[in-house]
């Protein structure tokens, strides 16, 4: 991570000042408030605001007069069954904004999210940070034969290595272009005074997928599970799992709650299509049941058998 | 407006209790939290939660790292230039909930503003109060020859006063009946034990337009100014105008340099179609010019004589 | 269904024109284009236009140049791929049209719906048609004890006569009054030259939220499949899933491959939670487990019995 | 431009396949329908589907039931009102799908417009083509010192030959060295079987951001017209810019009536704000009015000017 000390000092001075309020206030989430939580090589991942907390899930759901007087465990009913039936709405009524800073490649697959309020750092008219992602050696993979969506056989050794030179020396190499195309230094200063510069927003498109870019994003607590649910999922790349996680923690610290129910009914869930429950149901009947003849597909059948725990 | 007295008691409770947080406080809104500003006869706008305030839009246009130190008058700048130019996504940085109670009519013109998040009270599970709409004479209109979309010549005398009559009961009776059909109370128990009552998702359906409903509404400022610049215009319909000018005021306490702003480069503001820009560039020289062989329709004509305080 | 001759007329002009395309066409679903079909007492559901058919999820899916040449088989493997991973972006390239005629409170659910776009008929501009959805006998219900979302009981005999005869006279009055302040009839003709007339965006106020509007309704497959999951389900309102069921029907017709695997992995799907696929896994390995103990509380123990087909 | 002789026949052949449908056609439309208009050195645009036309927009204002038989005056004085008005539902009832081949940079503007389906081509399961965009010399450009958004000296010379060398080199050795870690030649067959590669996934990263990417992009016709406002707008980047005056040209073959009056309205109307609006009206009044006093600031004044034809 590559907060500099005025960027450090900048997020000091906003922790350090306190206001009186009668919003809903959580202060697990105001603990952490504004600190940067480092995410692979130079991201990071911190909250910037946040609206609500668990009552304002309950009080939105009965839309009532005040904060609600139930037991606690009475609001963790209604939040459970609200979670477990979809009701989405009640979960709308949260909101968190986040200051993330994240490579390109990552920034294309997060941004396809569309329920959510983006402002990114500027490329066409600032100029990036001197920062690439490179993958540290264990998470170098070859792509697997029989999943090519996930990762295989590790890369290692000489292999791995000339991967991670060509990786820096490519990054590195075109930044320095793109600063010489620019004819500006990081501070905006020219760097040779005898030449034109060529516009930033040209020069951007020098720069490689692993460059580091940032924005302010923020999103209801609805949308945010949405998200969590494909990109904290065993099936997202790598590189977007480890924000989703970050935020996970964030979202603990902030409705405990909601974040339960959520680990409950959907990133611990499983769904079991049509077929597949008929076959369950035989099985819980004691008869044996084999793919063939089962109506499943290989494939929907190995995913079953994962789900019931009898994979090989 | 009706809020009964364990309503006021719930609210004052929400009002007392207060928290220190780190997030960005507006003061000005805190004074106005939770309470209920009158609408119409029976409807009330309250501002329960809020996120952001005029700085965390600048913060976001810049994706600063802290709360910015510039000046405000660099601040306000900034602001107008995003307004102006119609960079939108900085005001979706800020977020507002509302709790309004309205009449259905006026629920079903709001609801068409899709980018927000609604937790309605539901008619389906619930019972809803015995409150109607009722115009005050004054805003009795016969619907203008002209303009089909305004109110002309304002009813009076015995004419008002049997529209009056109609609307006060009908919506009387239809309410009662339902109570009838639900055989229930308004707090739930049977009017006679003897009897079935008819589910409450079917009988509301009884209910007239101008019964009051209530809901959650929750959206950001970009958003918000969008609506308001639709339904706090002299061409809304008078009814949902009045919610629009109550939210408009909360909007003022809590974002003062964008609601400006807003007031501005939008409320007060004017478009010109490229026709009328020529015939305005052709005026501004000296010519005279008449709408026979200006292009513009006698319509168009008479909007952009009216835009330019030359309708007569 | 109450389609004037006029209006019969102006469909079969619509069905009498064809004309030639390059775009996917869908044969079975043309055969049903414009026309009608009867939905309640008064209502319907037509399609008017549609977008791409299934080969057009197969192509997005791929981003391909042409129309694909793989076979049937491959092109229905992958959309049932698509839909049992919840790759929802290939189905929002297909998009469909409806007009529907309703009663207001339906269209008061079918409105939460936010991702489609929606031309309403205008009470504020038109007057609406002297029409009132009154239920079948055999859809009257009380509201049923164990389950306050569904019915139960149903009424019958001179109970359901007197719940018909309110919802019937109070309708019935209430849009003559309707008209009366309007000072017009329905074809816009003063009633009484010597008399002003009420606003029409002021006298619908008096009408029942049984009344029937109509709206345009346009929304794309992955949106559709979305609305038909929540209301073509047994906890849907009746009234609302006759519309759902309806559109299933186009919808069959339209992408036959996308809506079998809808059905099989949306529809007739169940999602167990971590807790319950824990004790299926145990009961699949021959154990006895009983509620007390399980960790599921009764309401959710009943659900997962009831799912496995184990409910008494 | 790029299409491989593979392409051009699957396009060929889609164009060459008509039926009959009962839908809104327009044969302007259709006769280029699939047809790539070339944009910048490789990319392109191409309609590969519509829904509706200038007829289904005025359909769905009145929510009629046939095609309707007014005059075409009468539906474009409709059309030009709804515009006029902001009446943006109609439009909305109309869809158009594009497939685009577009520079990674140019994307992730694009992208921000979020109202829209979007099925891009997955640089995680496939390989890129090896194309990247070069700017034609007499677009490189030196960034204004007056407007840093726009671009201002053009660069020549040598200077200009070497960012474009650059451009090239960079872009080049760095896709060459994306296939050597992926161990995998452009049709997926293994360069070297001695060696594992190196994931997808996690190749793409060392591309620049004008290798061209290519997606499905689907929208309506009023968020169309609101991306066009903003990309075919003179202070959009030129890249972007290519793109939405190809995509104009196929909304004036589609839908004529509604593209006339988005010119008029929209791409070629002045908003003025309440003050600036003020000094219109006097100097139309005959008044001389200096910025001194105007109560404009520099930058207003000279928006002003520019807008009344008086910049100097």
């Given at each position: 991570m590559a907060l500099t000390a005025e960027q450090q000092q900048e997020i000091e001075v906003a922790r350090g000042a306190t206001a009186a309020t009668r919003r809903p206030t959580v202060p697990a989430l105001e603990a952490m408030l504004f600190q940067a939580t480092p995410v692979l090589d130079h991201g990071f991942v911190r909250v910037v605001d946040y609206m609500g907390d668990d009552a304002a899930i309950v009080q939105a759901a009965r839309v009532?007069?005040?904060?609600?007087?139930?037991?606690?465990?009475?609001?963790?009913?209604?939040?459970?069954?609200?979670?477990?039936?979809?009701?989405?709405?009640?979960?709308?009524?949260?909101?968190?904004?986040?200051?993330?800073?994240?490579?390109i490649f990552v920034a294309r697959q997060w941004i396809r999210h569309r329920t959510a309020n983006v402002n990114e750092y500027s490329a066409r008219?600032?100029?990036?940070?001197?920062?690439?992602?490179?993958?540290?050696?264990?998470?170098?993979?070859?792509?697997?034969?029989?999943?090519?969506?996930?990762?295989?056989?590790?890369?290692?050794?000489?292999?791995?290595?000339?991967?991670?030179d060509l990786l820096r020396?490519?990054?590195?190499?075109?930044?320095?272009?793109?600063?010489?195309?620019l004819n500006e230094?990081?501070?905006?200063?020219?760097?040779?005074?005898?030449?034109?510069?060529?516009?930033?927003?040209?020069?951007?498109?020098?720069?490689?997928?692993?460059?580091?870019?940032?924005?302010?994003?923020?999103?209801?607590?609805?949308?945010?599970?949405?998200?969590?649910?494909l990109r904290a999922d065993a099936h997202a790349q790598y590189e977007i799992r480890a924000y989703a996680e970050a935020m996970m923690t964030s979202v603990e610290a902030w409705v405990p709650m909601a974040a339960a129910a959520f680990r409950d009914y959907r990133l611990g869930a499983v769904t079991f299509s049509a077929q597949m429950l008929a076959i369950v149901q035989r099985m819980v009947a004691g008869e044996q049941v084999a793919q063939e003849g089962s109506g499943l597909s290989k494939r929907e059948w190995r995913e079953l058998m994962d789900a019931l725990g009898r994979g090989e």
């Open positions: 009532s007069y005040g904060r609600g007087t139930r037991a606690a465990n009475e609001d963790r009913g209604l939040i459970r069954y609200l979670m477990r039936h979809r009701h989405s709405t009640p979960f709308e009524m949260c909101e968190i904004k986040y200051h993330v800073k994240l490579p008219y600032s100029i990036l940070d001197r920062e690439f992602y490179i993958p540290a050696p264990e998470h170098l993979a070859a792509q697997s034969a029989v999943n090519r969506q996930g990762r295989g056989a590790v890369l290692d050794g000489p292999e791995a290595a000339r991967v991670l020396e490519d990054a590195t190499r075109n930044y320095d272009h793109y600063l010489e195309m230094d990081d501070q905006g200063s020219p760097l040779d005074p005898s030449r034109h510069g060529l516009a930033r927003e040209l020069a951007r498109m020098n720069l490689t997928l692993n460059a580091y870019t940032q924005w302010y994003w923020k999103t209801d607590l609805h949308n945010l599970f949405h998200f969590l649910s």
